[in-house]
């Protein structure tokens, strides 16, 4: 036993940073690492933005928390911002991404009860997925690592193969109330849904009453080159999950619906006490100032193409490290021949911090701010990566 005085939950690595600014971090001891993992996607304008932490230390001295017992004016503006920027009627604010997505699965299934089919709470969700660690997204994760030990799987969840429409198909009964997907599966390995694949989700969904449900808790807030990922294909959901991003680094996150699936959500139905308290939405309102600029989101799309080739290129002089580049924007996998641990451990020994996913792969997710400099230098530390596991191979084979 370790002396510790924190749960065992986390296999963390040592390093400890100090300091952020912009797509660097550094530990105490001086050394700075480029921020590849950007606090797994949330650090969405980097560490330090002079805009986020003037609004920060502004709101600070003026009001922290209120309750829902009142109006917060934050949440009217921030709520009336994203709605106007995407499909959604209202929003419903969090504190985390479980959380939006624990408001999206009781308004799908309430908005069942609601219309006359209360016997409609299942919903249907994919192989690897992830939606959180509550008992119920754990169950809508499917995931048997996540969910042994902690007594019965939560009823109402049953998962399909990843890109099966058949079995999805299959799975639909009269006891179906929502389909749940991520546009891209970020935990999962940077697996993106084939754009055709979420126009036909949206079609069965029309056809049998069912609601659509995205986890953009990942891929959102311009993550992936669009405000949403959804929107590469056209279609749009009943209700989204965000968080991550929107809070570049405060923890919130939201439940955005249409009016129709929303009108259920009545006084008592659902709540939470620091959900949408006037510093988060000082922060989230922030950051929408920076994302929703002229051009920012255009940009990352830029940026993401950029450098998915400057990795193309890393992968072509290591093929016996690294297999394909997927994944849009500033969101990509590279998998990996050797196991992804260690690319990730071998990244950090050069000072570039990377996410390890499912399937293998290893996840990108800079600052959307990230300049073309700071990622030709991650691209050349990857480069000098791969040349040491490259190395160690040789070294291995030779023995
Ligand atoms: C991170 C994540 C979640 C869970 O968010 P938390 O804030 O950790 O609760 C849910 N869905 C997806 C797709 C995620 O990436």
New binding site residues.
Partial sequence: MNSSALFGTYARSELAFVKGEGCWLETADGRRFLDFAAG??VNSLGHAHPHLVTVLQEQAAKLWHVSNLYTVPGQERLGRRLIEATFADRVFFTN??????EACIKTARRYQYANGSPERYGIITFEG??????LA?IAAGGQAKYLEGFGPKAPGFTQVPFGDLDALKAAIDETTAAILI?PI???GGIRPVPHDFLRALRTLCDTHGLLLIF?????GVGRTGKFFAHEWSGITPDLM?I??GIGGGF?M?ACLATEEASACMVPGTHGTTFGGNPLAMAVGNAVLDVVLADGFIDGVARKGLSLKQKIASVIDTHPHVFETVRGEGLMLGLKCRVPVSEVVLAGRAQGLLSVPAGDNVVRFLPPLTISEEDMDEAVSRLDAAAAAVEGAIAKETSA
């Fill in positions: 797994i996607a985390s991404g479980a959380e939006a997505m997925a992830f939606h959180g660690r509550t997204t991520e599966q970020g935990e986890d953009e808790v990942q891929t999950g968080a991550k923890p996150g």
